[in-house]
């Protein structure tokens, strides 16, 4: 079946979903574009409700759109018109996924285990940045303030390179103390200008918890006085911070060097 008209319900919903949050939240629905990412949905347990493409993206990318029509059963072409109306990107592939959002639930912090905590990043860059480098790190799972941006914003999405997908990632009601419970068994690393310089000494060969604030402001006092350390990386030029993104990556380098697990 052939959708080609913009008004049509299916295609209204899709609109709305991939640029309005709240929509989002309401129907427990997102919207995923690109070839890649909904071939890595599909691969990730994703619930496909609907998948869409154009004559074109099924035969460029005919792998892809095979392994996306292998775990949904609603399959459309549309008109190229539509995927222009429906994308959010300058170069559309013409391939989209109507999908479930995860159910996620709180997750135990190992010993051993190396986690990021991210308190109010606003950017969806960032935020998908640091997924896609705590999966390649091998982190064992995000823990989130109610303050970031939603994970099932588009750029958040293809930042991620399919990091939502895959990592264990949990909404805390309580931040703050979810942070002072972690520290009882796990270094707790706040990112602040004036802590101990990287490398972190204090940090154990094995597990931690790191901590990234807000772009802006950086990490609340509360959030600072929950945590067991400190830590600054040290910078030559004028520069008083880096980007969250570079931050959480070079803090998480660190602590899985010295685990061994990079």
């Excluded at 949904?72 to 996924?97: K, N």
């Excluded at 103390?177 to 060969?205: E, F, I, R």
């Excluded at 067991?228 to 959480?248: D, K, Y």
Aim: glycine share 8%.
């Amino acid at each position: 079946m052939e959708l080609t008209s913009r008004e049509n319900p299916l295609i209204k919903e899709m609109h709305k979903l991939l640029r309005d949050a709240k929509a989002r939240r309401k129907s427990g629905r997102f919207v995923i574009e690109g070839a890649r990412l909904c071939e890595d949905a599909a691969r990730s347990g994703v619930t496909v409700l609907a998948a869409l493409a154009t004559a074109s993206a099924k035969e460029r990318y005919a792998a892809q759109w095979q392994t996306v029509c292998a775990s949904c059963d609603t399959v459309y072409e549309i008109a190229p018109t539509v995927s222009v109306h429906l994308s959010e990107t300058q170069a559309p592939q013409g391939m989209f996924c109507l999908c479930a959002m995860r159910k996620d639930a709180p997750f135990a912090l190992s010993e051993d285990g190396v986690y990021v905590a991210l308190e109010d990043v606003q950017d969806p860059g960032n935020l998908g940045t640091i997924l896609r480098t705590a999966e390649a790190f091998g982190v064992n799972g995000i823990l989130l303030s109610k303050g970031c941006c939603d994970l099932y914003n588009p750029k958040v999405l293809r930042a991620s390179m399919g990091g939502v997908f895959r990592l264990p990632l949990t909404v805390c009601e309580d931040f703050v103390g979810t942070l002072c419970k972690a520290g009882q068994t796990l270094p707790v690393l706040a990112s602040v200008v004036d802590g101990d310089a990287l490398p972190v000494t204090a940090a154990p060969k094995s597990g931690a918890v790191a901590v990234i604030g807000n772009e802006g402001n950086g990490m609340s006092k509360a959030a600072i006085a929950a945590c067991t350390h400190r830590v600054t990386i040290p910078m030559a030029g004028r520069a008083e911070s880096l980007n969250a993104s570079m931050a959480a990556g070079i803090l998480l380098w660190e602590l899985c060097r010295e685990r061994g697990g990079v």
